[in-house]
């Protein structure tokens, strides 16, 4: 070993290389899977009716719509913006599909329209943000009001029915599970490929980071962002129609507030919100974490008001630690 | 790591027993709308009182908010926890059909209670509601006639001109006060509407008083107009020449009945919802009383009552008045 040698004045800078199983440990999926690992355990100590997979699986379809659109959303912040419209636009696509099929459109049109009326969402939004260059979570926001208020518009004070055929894909089942659950599961291996996989994932990671840097490597920013915000619209209008098949009906109100889930699901996944940082197995870990905590203390009982304080208590926490996690492992 | 989770699940569900579940006692639970309703702690106290004197489990349970479908889980929890009878005072009149046709199926007793999923009557059992509006006017004519030696000058102070119970009661109202020779000597002068607003309901008082001297009372069938009411005619110290009944909350009108202002008035008992519904449920389950329209069975206090239809079942077939003597014992 000698002194001075170019190798080690250069490596005198850098921090050291993390070890293997460093890399691979402290990250913030590993503390969602500890918590999820946490609260099944915490489930089954406070009643010993939850530790029943049928009963789990069955309370995660009240939640996988959310969770479809979260693992997108997961996407859209880790390219560096947010979309908070996505609860309110399942909404309008569920009332314009039911509202089609109502008046007579035929099934397979009415869910076109439904379908059709998602992407025109996620389009407007992406329209918004990137050729007005205005903030994501402004326009956002504004759209969430806008497509809850044209839902109202259409469906009024009623609900409308779906047909008979079209209620319960909940009940459907695929080897014993679910076919949300299925759906869910397929669509995190998909996405989890996608942005860790390709070419697309990459260019998303790096547009969240530092988006003039990927301008200038000649990274098309604004056509992948308006793809993310597009893909946004017509996930959530897959996720509002298998709502009003699990509800069997469709009212203006379907979905409300939900997009607080969708981004806590991401945040408890470890998607950091300044973007560049996040992947799809965190979301995915915590939409399941989400689930098992909230049924496991509806199932024993629990007061709402400590539900609440426990879900809030949950994502301070695990904000506090994807930062400190963030902060020592990608200075 | 997916395949980690994957495995995290199989494991759970190696380590399942399956809910082997105890039959008896008979599982009771109510589902409100909302926590922080004391309201509901009037119907809790029904279902406690009686699930002591029956020998049944009672649980009330409630989401945070009162939300179309935030009562989804909790419905499917009390399924999953192997309860025999769901009651529940729905907060959506057809999101809630589903998951309430999963718990038919599971044999669970389904009743509503203080509200109905109306047009969805299938998927609950029967329902259990407080009172028959049919009757509300009538009592209401009687109560204040009562009040005022059956003579002279009466006027309405109602909610908004559309609110549907309300106006079926005023025409009760109308109808009694026309057709029964018992009220041929009061006169009804104005109808008025405070919009279930404090501050419109008090202008809509004191314009009575300003236009009808000789007004001796008002029947205010709306919880915000009677306490408006009973306020002007406090502040004006008219206590003894005008009196103000109709149907109120009694924690809100106890002052105004310890110091005299108002005499009397009317609602219903929240706590015999309770009551009824677990007699009911029980005798259900037992095969002592059979879940048909136009069947009667009896309930403790409550005297007979009968299934109408729909499966609708009142609990008192009059209103239960309130007064100096009583109003200690509600606490709604």
């Known amino acids: 070993m000698t002194t001075g040698t170019p190798q080690i004045a250069v490596t005198r800078d850098a921090a050291p290389p993390r070890p293997g199983w460093h890399v691979?440990?402290?990250?913030?999926?590993?503390?969602?899977?500890?918590?999820?690992?946490?609260?099944?355990?915490?489930?089954?100590?406070?009643?010993?009716?939850?530790?029943?997979?049928?009963?789990?699986?069955k309370s995660f379809t009240i939640s996988a719509e959310f969770a479809i659109?979260?693992?997108?959303?997961?996407?859209?912040?880790?390219?560096?913006?947010?979309?908070?419209?996505?609860?309110?636009?399942?909404?309008?696509?569920?009332?314009?599909?039911?509202?089609?099929?109502?008046?007579?459109?035929?099934?397979?049109?009415?869910?076109?329209?439904?379908?059709?009326?998602?992407?025109?969402?996620?389009?407007?939004?992406?329209?918004m943000v990137i050729a007005l260059q205005l903030p994501s979570i402004i326009v956002t926001i504004g759209t969430l009001i806008l497509y809850r208020g044209l839902a109202q518009v259409i469906a009024g004070d009623k609900s409308i029915r779906v047909p008979d055929w079209f209620i319960g894909i909940d009940k459907i089942m695929v080897a014993g599970i679910p076919l949300p659950v299925v759906i869910f599961v397929v669509l995190s291996l998909l996405l989890g490929l996608v942005l860790g996989m390709t070419i697309f994932?990459?260019?998303?990671?790096?547009?969240?980071?530092?988006?003039?840097?990927?301008?200038?490597?000649?990274?098309?920013?604004?056509?992948?962002?308006?793809?993310?915000?597009?893909?946004?619209?017509?996930?959530?209008?897959?996720?509002?129609?298998?709502?009003?098949?699990?509800?069997?009906?469709?009212?203006?109100?379907?979905?409300?507030?939900?997009?607080l889930q969708m981004v806590l699901m991401a945040m408890l996944g470890g998607t950091y919100i300044?973007?560049?940082?996040?992947t799809i197995l965190g979301t995915f870990l915590a939409a399941w974490l989400l689930v098992i905590v909230s049924t496991g203390m509806i199932v024993a009982n629990v007061l709402p008001a400590w539900q609440l304080c426990v879900l809030g208590v949950l994502l301070i926490v695990s904000i506090i630690a994807t930062n400190f996690i963030y902060s020592r492992t990608q200075r | 790591m997916l395949k980690k989770s994957m495995l995290l699940g199989l494991a759970t569900s190696l380590v399942l027993g399956g809910a082997a579940l105890a039959q008896d006692p008979l599982k009771i639970v109510y589902i409100g709308k909302n926590t922080g309703n004391p309201y509901f702690d009037s119907i809790t106290g029904g279902f406690v009182d009686a699930c002591a004197s029956l020998g049944c489990e009672f649980e009330f349970v409630a989401p945070a908010t009162a939300e179309a479908t935030s009562q989804i889980p909790f419905i499917e929890a009390q399924i999953q926890r192997g309860v025999n009878v769901i009651a529940i005072a729905p907060n959506s009149p057809d999101a809630l059909n589903q998951v309430l046709e999963d718990a038919k199926s599971k044999g669970i007793l389904v009743l509503t209670v203080n509200g109905d999923v109306t047009g969805n009557e299938d998927k609950r059992d029967a329902s259990i509601l407080p009172v028959n509006f049919d009757i509300v006017g009538r009592d209401?004519?009687?109560?204040?006639?009562?009040?005022?030696?059956?003579?002279?000058?009466?006027?309405?102070?109602?909610?908004?001109?559309?609110?549907?119970?309300?106006?079926?009661?005023?025409?009760?109202?109308?109808?009694?006060?026309?057709?029964d020779p018992k009220y041929a000597k009061m006169t009804l002068v104005a109808t008025v509407y405070g919009d279930d607003q404090p501050e419109k309901s008090t202008a809509e008082m004191e314009a009575l008083l300003a236009n009808f001297p000789n007004l001796r009372g008002v029947i205010a069938p709306t919880t915000v107009g009677i306490a408006a009411a009973a306020q002007v005619v406090q502040?004006?110290?008219?206590?003894?020449?005008?009196?103000?009944?109709?149907?109120?909350?009694?924690?809100e009108m106890r002052d105004f009945v310890k110091d005299?202002?108002?005499?009397?008035?009317?609602?219903?008992?929240?706590?015999?919802?309770?009551?009824?519904?677990?007699?009911?449920?029980?005798?259900?389950?037992?095969?002592?009383?059979?879940?048909?329209?136009?069947?009667?069975?009896?309930?403790?206090?409550?005297?007979?009552?009968?299934?109408?239809?729909?499966n609708m079942i009142n609990t008192q077939a009059e209103l239960t008045t309130f007064n100096a003597e009583n109003i200690d014992n509600f606490d709604f």
């Open chain 2, 140 to 179: 209401q004519v009687e109560m204040v006639g009562s009040l005022i030696g059956y003579e002279g000058e009466i006027a309405i102070l109602s909610a908004t001109t559309e609110a549907p119970d309300q106006n079926k009661w005023i025409v009760g109202m109308n109808e009694t006060l026309k057709s």
């Open chain 1, 69 to 127: 659109v979260a693992l997108v959303l997961t996407m859209v912040i880790i390219a560096g913006e947010i979309d908070l419209s996505p609860a309110a636009s399942m909404a309008l696509s569920a009332c314009l599909f039911a509202w089609a099929q109502d008046a007579g459109l035929g099934m397979p049109l009415a869910i076109a329209v439904g379908l059709g009326a998602g992407l025109l969402m996620g389009l407007f939004n992406g329209v």
């Open chain 2, 235 to 251: 502040s004006r110290g008219l206590a003894e020449t005008v009196k103000v009944t109709g149907l109120g909350l009694p924690s």
């Open chain 1, 274 to 278: 300044f973007g560049g940082r996040g």
């Open chain 2, 260 to 310: 005299g202002t108002v005499t009397a008035f009317q609602l219903w008992s929240p706590y015999n919802q309770g009551w009824l519904a677990a007699h009911f449920a029980k005798g259900v389950l037992e095969g002592t009383i059979k879940n048909e329209v136009g069947g009667t069975f009896e309930v403790p206090n409550l005297g007979t009552i009968t299934i109408n239809a729909n």
């Open chain 1, 201 to 259: 994932g990459r260019q998303i990671y790096l547009i969240g980071t530092n988006e003039e840097a990927a301008k200038h490597v000649g990274i098309r920013t604004r056509r992948i962002k308006m793809t993310l915000f597009i893909m946004m619209g017509l996930a959530s209008a897959v996720a509002g129609l298998m709502t009003a098949s699990r509800l069997g009906s469709v009212r203006y109100d379907l979905g409300l507030g939900g997009e």
């Open chain 1, 24 to 57: 691979a440990l402290v990250r913030p999926e590993a503390m969602t899977l500890v918590l999820l690992i946490i609260g099944i355990f915490a489930g089954s100590q406070l009643s010993e009716f939850f530790l029943d997979i049928n009963y789990i699986l």
